[in-house]
């Protein structure tokens, strides 16, 4: 009997071991700009409470192996202590997904939220409900868990992010009322939480998301074993850009995608042909103006 049961015991800690939530989400927490004993009993929970959060939630209906868990961080500022409770801060959150055969990760999202105030008492629980807003803290987490998911499932097959993406905007429709700043249509010159997702579920920028499976699915991972190949692929992905920004110049979700990639697609074609290097010059400069000096390293390097 004492058999049975430590083999059962056993198999239930594999499993455990084996099968896990999605994120495997580092946390930083930096308070700096806010000093004082109490303050940092209070970040140091603070970075538990959210390490927990983004880790220990149950975001999908998937069942994730651990090699499996998408790969993210998140950075916290605090600038400002606003009240007993309350703080003013800034949030990065930067994801990346494994390249088949290799060491490598490619980055696919990065952006930092200057616009995140937030409540948190000490030892205090954070809870989260995806069909009703609770507080503020936990739906920027809970909107940006949803936007790396998103992404990296976008990555993987054409527009599977979908379902992900419309949770996140389910989460932006209920903090319209909140009274707290990033969620509405009318800040910041249509760049925040509200445009990432209006940008992103509207038809237009179909191309974007197509690049993003493009680039990564018929680009990077096949570069292990046929690099002309994925290279060649990677610059057919970035064209689906230019009719993107032909409808609409300087968007928003055009900037978060480079955010992401500018570096990587540098790298990427440092050795490319000396034509390759012209075309993908050529259409960076068009779609990407503002990287134009990064970009024209390109043609210098062999």
Known sequence: ??????????????HLTTFSQELSCQI???STQVQGTVEKQVFDQLQKA????????????ETFLNQEKIDCSLLLVIKEKT???????????????????????????NYEDDNFEFAF?????????????????????????????ATDYDSFSPNGGTEYWQRA???VNNAQSSGNKG????????RNRYWIIENTLQPVFNG????????SRNGLDIMHEKPEEGRAAVLKALGLLKPVYEARPASFIMQLFFNAKADEIINIFKTATPEEKNKVVELLMLVDPANTTKYLKIQGER
């Open 1 to 14: 009997m004492n058999k049975i049961i430590y083999i059962l015991f056993f198999i239930l800690c594999i």
């Open 208 to 215: 974007i998301r197509a690049c993003r499976y493009e680039f």
């Open 83 to 109: 009240g007993t409770d309350s703080y003013k801060a800034s949030i990065q959150v930067q994801s990346r997904r494994p390249v088949y055969k290799s060491g490598y990760y490619t980055p696919l999202f």
């Open 121 to 149: 008492q000490q030892f205090s629980a954070l809870e989260f409900n995806l069909n009703t807003y609770q507080n503020n803290l936990t739906s920027v987490l809970a909107f940006y868990a949803y936007v790396v998911i």
């Open 28 to 30: 930083t927490i930096n």
């Open 50 to 61: 959210v390490y927990e959060f983004m880790n220990n939630t149950k975001w999908t209906k």
């Open 169 to 171: 905007q389910l989460v």
């Open 183 to 190: 969620w509405l249509s009318n800040e910041q010159g249509q």
